[in-house]
């Protein structure tokens, strides 16, 4: 008897996937941004890439910045616990070339099926006053040691950081879930 | 092996309309058979037939009839089987071709070989009827000048010339690879061949046309005379599509000529592929099923049959939570501190955390307010079990209570608000914007402390903002107790509800029964089989007294029993 899992297949909506980001301050050009999608153990993906880079865009007009990045995602899970979460970075890339990250952002992938407008706030680590004012003449700053510990499930760390508020990033995802009511999970 | 499965989808308009047919074989195979007859007899296309009048509109013909003798009789009718681009040459293009100064392509050099080998082996078999296929001239120049409207005095647009100037190509001629990263993305300045090559119309569709030359005997090869018969267009998804449809059982299409006399020239058009044997059809039907089958059966092992799932008679509920931003405080660098309370009846695993605290965070301006975020994630899981005792009374929700906070570069520290949040009953997204108050005192001395040093008043017990959880009374007053209120807390909750009584699917419960109510269910269920514990408990117990019993006495009772059986 064949029986499947809860499949989560994550895909963006039939018009392309529009993320937008707003930036802290007019001058930052050129913004990338990475997203890793971090699950749980039980969570297997069985296509599309966990993983990604947007291209570097320069908002022209508005502080909006437009990437357009598709996520294609598709898991199968045995159970409820360590449902997937997006973690995005955004990185500010200068004529010169330089990188550094102008915010980490996190959010949960929706659990209810349906076309969801999620606004992922980002923050970045907030330095002494020394560091402050080195950046904001001279750009860089420190980021995170490790950037997936404050995505993991725990994260009882997060008091020891002090951040400050970034922008935001705009994703829509449109979430297909299957066989969950096999199992008895109602999802709204 | 050629096989050519028809199965119409719709035939657009009755008569001169097209229809259009599915097929998932070659198109290759497809063959259609022509039949092109003058129409002066009356019946259907018979080659015996005399010659008939047809009626008062034809003068002419009644005087050609009555020449007769002068009319070959062959070319009256004409049949042609014709292939997917088949090319069949007519008397004009033989005559154009046979002219080397008109070659200028390869495709019209092609032509003449051929026209020239068909001429030494004794000319073509073909005499009216005639093909254009995909590649010649005549297809783009006839969609060029396709009329889209009724009107008498359109012309094609600028983008209808240029698009008739670009090259069409099939479809299998280049796929494009993405993955590969080229060197230059982007041309500066493309040069007029750049343009060209890259701006082709991948048309996917494939035309054929098969014509008839209706001119007057003896003067064949005129272009006015030319008229389409048939036009035979291919999709890539196999998609067919021909125009005017398959005679089968409607009468000869017509066609009117006005020439130096008005001829009325009929044909048929037939389908003539060859089908496949069903043996053959049967068999490609197994192994289609046999790829999906196994297909099926590897994502499946992939996924597996397990899941997770509650015991009977609990309910699950799953929160994936989010706090995204705090807004509207008085001072800087927020914090949250959160705890979630369980009532009564619920409980939650040993692993699960209960309670959370944030990063700190620097707010910045958004409109009007001072935004502070956070994009601080947690997962709560519980269970609800409902006991027998309080079925009447609704079940309590688990209740997160927060407070805010703010700690500052000089380490003061204050509390900017205190809120509650009830896990929401019904699953699916909540975006929350709780709104927070904090305690003041009277006078401006506590004020005046919490801006200079920090300190302010706090509550003991957070889950007074809701309900105390040492409060056993009827009423709640809260008369004294002052507050002022402060900014507001966004929360994203994903809620998830498992349980194994959504399984239920018997026709006495209802689709919007609550879950506590099938819940409930359990309960009984478990009343029942307590009964039914006891009855068996008591049943062993009793057959355990029988056994321990002396024999002798129990034979003594059966015999007892069966003389008082008997009569």
């Given amino acids: 008897r064949l029986h499947s899992d809860p499949i989560v297949p994550i895909e963006p909506p039939q018009s392309s996937h529009r993320a937008h980001r707003e930036p802290p301050r007019p001058r930052s050009a050129a913004l990338e941004r990475r997203r890793p999608v971090p699950a749980g153990a039980a969570w297997r993906p069985l296509s599309g890439l966990t993983a990604g880079q947007t291209h570097v865009d320069d908002p022209q007009a508005d502080d909006v910045t437009y990437w357009c990045h598709p996520i294609d995602v598709h898991y199968a899970t045995k159970g409820l616990q360590g449902w997937p979460r997006l973690h995005v970075q955004v990185w500010h890339q200068d004529a010169l070339g330089r990188r550094h990250v102008l915010g980490y952002g996190f959010c949960h992938v929706p659990a209810a099926p349906g076309l969801h407008s999620v606004r992922c706030a980002t923050w970045r680590p907030l330095g002494e006053r020394r560091e402050r004012l080195r950046r904001r003449w001279v750009g860089g700053g420190a980021g995170l040691a490790e950037p997936a510990a404050a995505a993991a499930a725990g994260a009882c760390d997060r008091f020891r950081l002090r951040c400050e508020a970034g922008g935001s990033v705009h994703l829509q995802l449109g979430v297909v879930l299957r066989h969950f009511a096999r199992y008895g999970v109602c999802c709204g | 092996m050629a096989r050519r499965r028809p199965q119409a989808m719709a035939a657009?308009?009755?008569?001169?309309?097209?229809?259009?047919?599915?097929?998932?074989?070659?198109?290759?195979?497809?063959?259609?058979?022509?039949?092109?007859?003058?129409?002066?007899?009356?019946?259907?296309?018979?080659?015996?037939?005399?010659?008939?009048?047809?009626?008062?509109?034809?003068?002419?013909?009644?005087?050609?009839?009555?020449?007769?003798?002068?009319?070959?009789?062959?070319?009256?009718?004409?049949?042609?089987?014709?292939?997917?681009?088949?090319?069949?040459?007519?008397?004009?293009?033989?005559?154009?071709?046979?002219?080397?100064?008109?070659?200028?392509?390869?495709?019209?050099?092609?032509?003449?070989?051929?026209?020239?080998?068909?001429?030494?082996?004794?000319?073509?078999?073909?005499?009216?009827?005639?093909?254009?296929?995909?590649?010649?001239?005549?297809?783009?120049?006839?969609?060029?000048?396709?009329?889209?409207?009724?009107?008498?005095?359109?012309?094609?647009?600028?983008?209808?010339?240029?698009?008739?100037?670009?090259?069409?190509?099939?479809?299998?001629?280049?796929?494009?690879?993405?993955?590969?990263?080229?060197?230059?993305?982007?041309?500066?300045?493309?040069?007029?061949?750049?343009?060209?090559?890259?701006?082709?119309?991948?048309?996917?569709?494939?035309?054929?046309?098969?014509?008839?030359?209706?001119?007057?005997?003896?003067?064949l090869g005129r272009r006015e005379y030319e008229h389409v018969l048939c036009t035979i267009k291919v999709d890539d998804n196999g998609v067919i599509t021909v125009k005017p449809d398959f005679t089968d059982t409607k009468g000869a299409y017509q066609i009117e000529v006005d020439g130096e006399k008005r001829e009325v020239w009929k044909y048929t058009i037939e389908n003539a592929s060859v089908q496949m044997k069903p043996e053959e059809e049967e068999r490609e039907q197994r192994v289609f099923r046999d790829l999906y089958g196994r297909y099926k059966e590897y994502l499946s092992g992939l996924v597996g049959s397990e899941f997770e799932m509650t015991l009977p008679g609990t309910l699950r509920l799953f929160v994936n939570g989010e706090i995204v931003s705090a807004q509207g405080y008085e001072y800087d660098n927020l914090y949250v501190h959160f705890f979630v309370e369980l009532p009564n009846q619920w409980s939650s695993p040993a692993f699960q955390q209960l309670s959370g605290v944030t990063q700190t965070c620097?707010?910045?301006?958004?409109?009007?307010?001072?935004?502070?975020?956070?994009?601080?994630?947690?997962?709560?899981?519980?269970?609800?079990?409902?006991?027998?005792?309080?079925?009447?009374?609704?079940?309590?929700?688990?209740?997160?209570?927060?407070?805010?906070?703010?700690?500052?570069?000089?380490?003061?520290?204050?509390?900017?608000?205190?809120?509650?949040?009830?896990?929401?009953?019904?699953?699916?997204?909540?975006?929350?914007?709780?709104?927070?108050?904090?305690?003041?005192?009277?006078?401006?001395?506590?004020?005046?402390?919490?801006?200079?040093?920090?300190?302010?008043?706090?509550?003991?017990?957070?889950?007074?903002?809701?309900?105390?959880?040492?409060?056993?009374?009827?009423?709640?007053?809260?008369?004294?107790?002052?507050?002022?209120?402060?900014?507001?807390?966004?929360?994203?909750?994903?809620?998830?509800?498992?349980?194994?009584?959504?399984?239920?699917?018997?026709?006495?419960?209802?689709?919007?029964?609550?879950?506590?109510?099938?819940?409930?269910?359990?309960?009984?269920?478990?009343?029942?089989?307590?009964v039914l514990e006891a009855f068996q408990r008591a049943r062993r117990r009793m057959q355990e007294a029988r056994e321990s019993l002396p024999q002798d006495l129990i034979s003594a009772s059966a015999s007892a029993v069966h003389q008082s059986q008997e009569p």
């Fill in chain 2, 362 to 530: 620097a707010t910045k301006a958004l409109g009007w307010e001072n935004v502070a975020y956070f994009s601080y994630l947690f997962t709560l899981e519980m269970f609800f079990t409902q006991g027998v005792e309080s079925q009447d009374s609704l079940p309590q929700w688990p209740v997160l209570y927060f407070e805010v906070l703010s700690l500052d570069f000089w380490q003061r520290y204050r509390v900017e608000g205190y809120g509650s949040l009830v896990l929401p009953a019904s699953p699916g997204l909540h975006n929350l914007t709780i709104p927070t108050w904090r305690p003041v005192e009277l006078g401006t001395v506590a004020e005046l402390r919490r801006f200079f040093i920090g300190g302010s008043p706090e509550l003991e017990d957070i889950t007074y903002v809701r309900t105390p959880s040492t409060f056993k009374g009827e009423r709640l007053s809260r008369f004294g107790f002052r507050t002022e209120t402060t900014g507001s807390v966004t929360f994203r909750l994903y809620c998830l509800q498992q349980s194994k009584a959504f399984l239920e699917t018997s026709a006495m419960r209802q689709r919007m029964q609550s879950v506590l109510d099938r819940l409930g269910g359990f309960s009984q269920q478990g009343s029942v089989y307590s």
């Fill in chain 2, 12 to 219: 657009v308009s009755s008569g001169a309309g097209g229809a259009v047919y599915r097929s998932r074989d070659p198109v290759r195979n497809l063959r259609l058979r022509v039949r092109l007859q003058r129409g002066t007899s009356s019946g259907p296309l018979l080659p015996q037939a005399p010659p008939l009048l047809t009626g008062p509109a034809l003068p002419g013909l009644s005087d050609r009839a009555g020449t007769g003798a002068r009319r070959p009789p062959e070319e009256e009718e004409e049949e042609a089987e014709v292939g997917w681009q088949e090319k069949l040459f007519s008397q004009f293009e033989v005559d154009l071709y046979q002219n080397e100064s008109a070659c200028q392509t390869p495709l019209d050099r092609q032509y003449r070989e051929e026209i020239l080998k068909l001429e030494k082996a004794g000319g073509r078999k073909n005499c009216r009827i005639f093909t254009y296929t995909d590649h010649d001239r005549f297809t783009n120049l006839e969609e060029h000048c396709q009329k889209v409207t009724d009107s008498d005095h359109e012309v094609p647009s600028y983008l209808a010339e240029r698009m008739a100037n670009v090259r069409r190509r099939r479809q299998d001629c280049r796929p494009t690879e993405a993955s590969s990263l080229k060197s230059k993305i982007i041309t500066w300045e493309p040069s007029e061949e750049f343009i060209k090559n890259n701006h082709v119309i991948n048309t996917p569709v494939q035309t054929m046309y098969i014509m008839g030359d209706l001119g007057p005997y003896g003067k």
